[in-house]
Each structure stands twice: as C-alpha cells, then as structure tokens.
C-alpha cells in the first residue's frame, strides 16, 4: 500500500526558508519520479517541481518558484526534499507529495494520498 507522509512544514517570514520532506513506503520508490504540488486556500492543485526516477537527473520547477526552491531524492531512505529558500507570501499553501506513473518527471502524478504539510509565509 503505497503511503506519502509529508512533513517540514510551519509559519515563516517573507524571504525565509524551510525544507519540506516526503517519506514514502510501500513502492519501489526508486523507480519513480516523484511531485511536489501545492494548494492555497481556496484554489486548486497546483504543480510546483517534479523529479525523475533512479538518479533524479530531471528536475522540473514551475516558473513560480524556479531558481528559489529545489526539489531532490535519497533513494536510500526513501525520501522526497523540498528546499524552498526566499519564499513568499504567495506560497503559503498545503504542500503534498505524489508519486508519478513511471520514471520520467514528464508523466502525470497520482492524486496525493497524504495529508499535506502546511507553509505560511508571513510576517
């Protein structure tokens, strides 16, 4: 049973930082990429970054919050990480994890399983 449990989430100030992690169990978490999408308050999903399998040589960010946040994997522990540095009021959201349909960072995601981990950037 595939399960996504995200955490590193909390309140910080404009231009802060935080590190989001994923840690997933029950898959060959290796052998897929991986998505991080975000929800604001009464908005839909929307994608922020995705990561191939294996090596996670693809990685893919959203205009949004390319060149601020950074999307990685350590297939050891079977962990998905979100560095978001310089963050914005604009990214206060729930932040979920998904996982992919296969390898490559350009197919679709399945709907998160987990319950989010939330991010308010304020001041």
């Known amino acids: 049973q595939v399960q996504l449990v995200e955490s590193g989430g909390g309140l910080v100030q404009p231009g802060g930082s935080l590190k989001l992690s994923c840690q997933a169990s029950?898959?060959?978490?290796?052998?897929?990429?991986m998505t991080w999408v975000r929800q604001a308050p009464g908005k839909g999903l929307e994608w922020v970054s995705s990561i191939s399998g294996t090596y996670g040589i693809i990685r893919r960010y959203a205009d949004s919050v390319k060149g601020r946040f950074s999307i990685s994997r350590d297939n050891s522990k079977n962990t998905l990480n979100l560095q978001m540095n310089s963050l914005k009021p604009e990214d206060t959201a729930v932040y979920f994890c998904a996982k992919n349909l296969d390898g490559d960072s350009y197919s679709s995601y399945e709907p998160p399983r987990g319950q989010g981990t939330q991010v308010t950037v304020s001041s």
């Open positions: 029950g898959f060959s978490f290796n052998n897929y990429a």
